[in-house]
């Protein structure tokens, strides 16, 4: 399902994916007709634009994550977004959102976060009032050289 109240937008990013093979089920253009749809219909892949009138992503994306038993709560959801500072990316992150795209965005672009997305086997967590894709990437111990706030840790402890 792809949702965004730009027409423009709607085609360019329902093109992109067109691109790929992939044509969405659903392209919705108001925010309360996608809620509408996302109580009745499975998605297997929300694409939503952060601002649009009636219902912005965010409170969609919230919402859906609190749909209860819908299976659509734990549907993978990016963002996107024309205009985003560092405080709405953070947003959409606490809101449950997987990924946030900033359009302009190229085809390839988007279907990286795609993939990205289908791969990512992050947990679903429910901590306080969020609930979804744990918020913390896991990266692996680092095996390479200590680092060098340790060395210089080392060296003081050496001369003391």
């Not at 190229?106 to 990205?116: D, K, N, T, V, Y």
């Amino acid at each position: 399902m792809v949702v965004d109240d730009s027409p423009f937008s709607l085609t360019l990013t329902t093109g992109a994916l067109a691109g790929f093979g992939i044509r969405p089920a659903f392209t919705v253009g108001k925010g309360a007709e996608a809620r509408r749809l996302l109580q009745e219909k499975p998605v297997d892949l929300l694409l939503v634009d952060t601002d649009m009138p009636d219902i912005d992503g965010f409170e969609l994306v919230r919402w859906l994550r609190r749909s209860g038993p819908n299976p659509n709560a734990f549907t993978p959801v990016i963002m996107t977004a024309s205009h985003i500072r560092r405080g709405r990316v953070t947003e959409a992150r606490d809101c449950g959102a997987n990924f946030v795209v900033t359009k302009p965005f190229s085809a390839a672009m988007l279907l990286e976060r795609i993939l990205w997305v289908a791969r990512d086997s992050r947990p679903f967590l429910e901590v306080g009032d969020y609930l979804g894709p744990d918020r913390r990437f896991r990266h692996d111990d680092y095996d390479g050289e200590e680092r060098r706030a340790d060395m210089i840790r080392k060296k003081t402890m050496e001369f003391a």
